[in-house]
């Protein structure tokens, strides 16, 4: 008979269910160590660029996306609307983004990438893409995208 697998907030055999989980087995440890394995590969080819993980996040979503106000880049980064301001203006110190007034509502400010980010992106983009090659090689494209599409349904799926 085989060995079944025990549910996921089960707790271990001697457990009265009053401990945390084991740290190795616990799912937002887990994450936040799979998130610096995976950004130890691209944080070198970033510096080289001197640009921050938060600001190439920020590029990658309008270089995407095209222009957006602070709060729809905050919400797409996944970065606190304060700390958006803060890359913001950084990045336009370096005249990689412009703040603009939205042509349909003028009281809307838009951000976008100037020509020097979008030249950026594409001194980038190649390495990137040779990261993501070696991660599928180890790893297997399937199955990356298997974790990427689990991952997405649990993000959509927030209390």
Same mark, same amino acid.
Request: charged share 35%; net charge positive.
């Given at each position: ?10 707790? #271990?055999?001697? /457990?009265?269910?009053?401990?945390? !989980?084991?740290?190795?087995? $616990?799912?937002?440890?887990? +994450?936040?160590? @799979? ?54 203006? #950084?990045?336009? /110190?370096?005249?990689?983004?412009? !703040?603009?007034?939205?042509? $349909?509502?003028?009281?809307? +400010?838009?951000? @976008? ?47």
């Amino acid at each position: 008979m085989g060995r079944t697998r025990k549910q996921v907030g089960e707790p #271990a055999p001697g /457990d009265d269910g009053t401990r945390p !989980r084991q740290i190795r087995r $616990s799912l937002p440890i887990t +994450l936040l160590r @799979a998130r610096e394995a995976v950004m130890a590969r691209f944080r070198p080819m970033l510096a080289e660029h001197g640009v921050t993980d938060q600001q190439w996040r920020a590029i990658r979503v309008l270089g995407e996306a095209g222009p957006l106000d602070a709060t729809e880049l905050s919400e797409r980064c996944c970065i606190l609307t304060q700390s958006m301001t803060r890359i913001i203006r #950084a990045l336009e /110190d370096r005249d990689l983004v412009v !703040r603009s007034r939205d042509s $349909s509502d003028g009281r809307r +400010l838009v951000i @976008a990438l100037t020509p020097a980010a979008r030249a950026l992106l594409k001194r980038i983009t190649p390495k990137s893409r040779e990261i993501y090659r070696e991660l599928e090689v180890r790893y297997g494209a399937e199955r990356i995208d298997l974790l990427l599409d689990m991952l997405d349904e649990l993000a959509r799926t927030r209390p």
